[in-house]
């Protein structure tokens, strides 16, 4: 099923209002920056003289690079919810890194940026702010994007492998929700479960059963707000989740989102 919810991007909650006040697209890397970077993002506004509008999203376990009015910064994993209100109009492109693909650009554990918003400048120096100006004076999503990939390619990432292997196992890890064990994970992929744990926290900077859970939820957010109140199937959705029961995915969701999933739903059609 698609929706408003899959258009925008799992994460963005309530996407169907979401949609109504702000745009987001999306748009692939430079191919010689795809082995470190997702895609890249420009979200637009304009909300001149209505109210501002206060956004949460589920993050994901990804480093993202943003160049803003304000500044530019790199977003750390944020492992609670994160809301960002937006007034007036405006515009701001992002880079989301895969997971493991800020490491060659950063010279400590990646798990150091958890929760955190670090000006751009202390990782890439003045170039970073010379790249942010460069970005918000250009005409198009397409220059705007060649300006924040001249950045990137002036810092000389190199090619690690093993970021390679930590962004296929997170794949794996997203592309199966109802996977829930850090040891069956790590046998699939011949790796000692305390050297996946290390591994994560230096490269992704949350363990496999962080990425594990969220990837749960971020499927259960979806399917509650495209199905509704009245069609979404929680005893099925928690199975299909591999939830032990409907309980324990309703727990899950209501500490993360801080309300339960069927109430989650009712907002998202209201």
């Excluded at 956004?55 to 910064?73: C, M």
């Excluded at 693909?101 to 400048?121: E, H």
């Excluded at 794949?171 to 591994?199: C, H, K």
């Excluded at 727990?251 to 069927?262: E, H, I, N, Q, Y």
Aim: with cysteine; charged share 25%.
């Amino acid at each position: 099923m698609t929706g408003p919810s899959r258009s925008l991007g799992p994460g963005v909650l309530h996407a169907e209002l979401a949609a109504t006040r702000f745009g987001l697209r999306r748009h692939p890397p430079p191919r010689d920056l795809a082995p470190f970077a997702d895609f890249c993002w420009v979200l637009r506004w304009d909300l001149r003289g209505e109210p501002a509008h206060e956004q949460s999203i589920l993050p994901h376990p990804n480093v993202n690079l943003a160049f803003e009015a304000a500044g530019a910064f790199v977003y750390g994993v944020d492992r609670r919810i994160f809301t960002r209100s937006i007034s007036g109009a405006g515009r701001v492109l992002g880079i989301r890194f895969r997971p493991g693909g800020f490491r060659p650009f950063f010279s400590g554990r990646i798990s150091f940026l958890n929760d955190r918003v670090v000006p751009a400048t202390d990782i890439f120096g003045p170039a970073a702010e010379r790249a942010r100006a460069a970005v918000l004076a250009a005409p198009s999503d397409e220059a705007m994007i060649a300006a924040a990939a001249g950045l990137l390619r002036g810092a000389g990432p190199r090619h690690d492998p093993v970021a390679g292997q930590v962004a296929a196992i997170v794949e794996r890890i997203t592309a199966d929700p109802s996977l829930r064990r850090v040891a069956s994970l790590a046998d699939a992929f011949g790796i000692p479960e305390r050297r996946l744990q290390r591994l994560f926290a230096e490269y992704v900077g949350v363990s496999p059963k962080w990425v594990m859970r969220r990837a749960r939820l971020h499927e259960a957010a979806l399917r509650a707000e495209e199905d509704g109140p009245d069609a979404v199937d929680l005893a099925a959705l928690a199975a299909d989740l591999g939830y032990a029961d409907q309980a324990h995915l309703s727990r899950d969701f209501t500490a993360t989102l801080g309300v339960p999933p069927s109430r989650y739903a009712a907002r998202a059609g209201a």
